[in-house]
């Protein structure tokens, strides 16, 4: 449902004033939720949920820029939009560090929480109706990564990462719909990786299905053995691959019904 409770607007703010309350209330009649942190890198950090919209509300408090550059790079990563909020004079010093393409509009003081709340609806309206699943691949071949992601971009955005610590390091800024995660791998394999997803409670739900090259008995059960969500073998047709990754997200949308 486009305007159900699970659609989010993450609000970054360095006043937590009578007006945000305004505006987290004004949100939430028009069913979307809002998680509110302080504008610090940690509370940033800690929230892992996926925003459909950022709001960043600057009044008399300046941010700075170290926080405004991390959360250029979060929005970038998860292709989320920005809307600055507050005081004109503190605003003009946040664009200086986040480029304008990251910025979907701006409030000036004083502020219409009505305006703005419609002006939110609308933006997760829209990026609902064309919004793609996100599917992160670890592979530290890079012909696989780019087969892979040839294969599945025209539905789906995919994200490639070439080794486990790379997928780990990803992870702590966006999550993604579904991994699929090399089980041969150096360093650290796809056994070791996916016990260090299970380990963190922000990352435990995460889909994970594995791909091998090797479709020997053996190698099967113990992949089994893990309970990933599948494992595909990557000596299949793309067009099988293709199936069985709509086939994952079709029964995940059909449980939710």
């Known amino acids: 449902m486009a305007?159900?409770?699970?659609?989010?607007?993450?609000?970054?703010?360095?006043?937590?004033?009578?007006?945000?309350?305004?505006?987290?209330?004004?949100?939430?009649?028009?069913?979307i939720r809002t998680v509110s942190v302080d504008?610090?890198?940690?509370?940033?950090?800690?929230s892992k949920e996926k925003a459909n919209v950022i709001l960043v509300y600057v009044d008399q408090t300046p941010i700075g820029d170290e926080v405004l550059v991390f959360l250029r790079d979060r929005a970038d990563t998860g292709n989320i939009p920005i809307i600055l909020l507050g005081d004109k004079y503190n605003i003009e010093a946040v664009q200086k560090s986040i480029s304008k393409d990251f910025i979907d509009s701006i409030f000036f003081r004083p502020i219409n929480v009505d305006e703005v709340a419609a002006h939110v609806q609308a933006i997760i309206k829209a990026r609902n109706a064309s919004v793609k699943k996100k599917i992160l691949v670890v592979d530290d071949s890079a012909d696989t990564l780019k087969k892979i992601k040839e294969w599945l971009q025209g539905k789906y955005q995919v994200i490639v990462a070439k080794s486990g610590t790379m997928a780990i390091k990803y992870l702590?800024?966006?999550?993604?719909?579904?991994?699929?995660?090399?089980?041969?791998?150096?360093?650290?394999?796809?056994?070791?990786?996916?016990?260090?997803?299970?380990?963190?409670?922000?990352?435990?739900?995460?889909?994970?299905?594995?791909?091998?090259?090797?479709?020997?008995?053996?190698?099967?059960?113990d992949i089994a053995k893990l309970k990933p969500e599948g494992y595909l073998l990557k000596t299949m047709d793309p067009e099988q691959i293709i199936a069985q990754v709509d086939t994952f997200f079709a029964e995940k949308k059909a449980e939710k019904l």
């Open 172 to 221: 702590t800024m966006e999550i993604p719909d579904l991994i699929l995660l090399d089980y041969e791998m150096p360093v650290l394999n796809g056994k070791q990786v996916l016990e260090m997803i299970r380990s963190e409670k922000d990352f435990e739900t995460i889909p994970i299905m594995f791909l091998t090259s090797c479709n020997d008995r053996n190698v099967v059960m």
């Open 39 to 46: 504008a610090d890198i940690a509370s940033i950090f800690q």
């Open 3 to 31: 305007d159900g409770l699970g659609n989010l607007a993450l609000l970054v703010t360095t006043e937590h004033s009578y007006l945000m309350v305004s505006l987290i209330d004004k949100l939430a009649e028009r069913r």
